[in-house]
Structure formats: structure tokens, C-alpha cells
């Protein structure tokens, strides 16, 4: 009877120990996983921030691509506007491209 007690003993004391191996086993588990959470959950912050950055680098892209386009325009129209002359009187005169530009705009 006496070893039979000594065993159960050794035993229920062997168990508390991988009870407490195991539950701080659990407890690392948990903080690891509570910590690469917190880092996904950051990592798609700087996701969505970046994917907003993106779209207006986009938008202020394409307008800059469209005033770009517009001022082209102008300077064409500028160009064309003094490579005719405007009566059968006038003295062909040599103008560039900038001349038209600075004068069109008030230059």
C-alpha cells in the first residue's frame, strides 16, 4: 500500500510539472500570437496607407499629364497663330516659339 501511495504521488507530482511546463507553453503561444497579430494588423494599416498614397500620386499624375497636354496646345496654337501673316501688307518677321509664348501670355 505505502509504495502504491509513493507511486501515485511520484505520479501526481510528475503531472503538476507538465501541467506547469505545458500551461507556460500556452501562455508563450498566446503572447506569440497576440504580438504577430498586432504586426499583421500593422502591416495592413501601412498597406491600406500606402494603396491611398498610390491613388492620389495617380490623380495628381494624370492632372499634371492633362495640363501638360493643354499647354502643348496653346504653344501649337501659339506657333501656328504667328507663322501666318495677318494681311498681305505685313513684313515677315522672325519670331520663336518662346516669343509667341511670352507674348501670348502677357509676357
Do not use: W
Request: net charge neutral.
Amino acid at each position: 500500500e505505502s509504495e502504491n501511495l509513493l507511486r501515485a504521488q511520484r505520479e501526481s507530482e510528475e503531472l503538476r510539472k507538465q501541467n506547469t511546463v505545458l500551461t507556460g507553453r500556452q501562455e508563450s503561444i498566446i503572447r506569440n500570437l497576440r504580438a504577430e497579430t498586432k504586426v499583421k494588423m500593422e502591416l495592413f494599416s501601412a498597406l491600406g496607407d500606402s494603396r491611398r498614397q498610390a491613388e492620389e500620386l495617380t490623380h495628381k499624375l494624370e492632372q499634371k499629364c492633362r495640363e501638360n497636354e493643354m499647354l502643348k496646345q496653346r504653344v501649337a496654337e501659339a506657333m501656328a497663330v504667328s507663322s501666318f501673316p495677318t494681311s498681305s501688307f505685313s513684313v515677315p518677321t522672325t519670331t520663336t516659339a518662346a516669343d509667341t509664348f511670352y507674348s501670348a501670355n502677357g509676357f
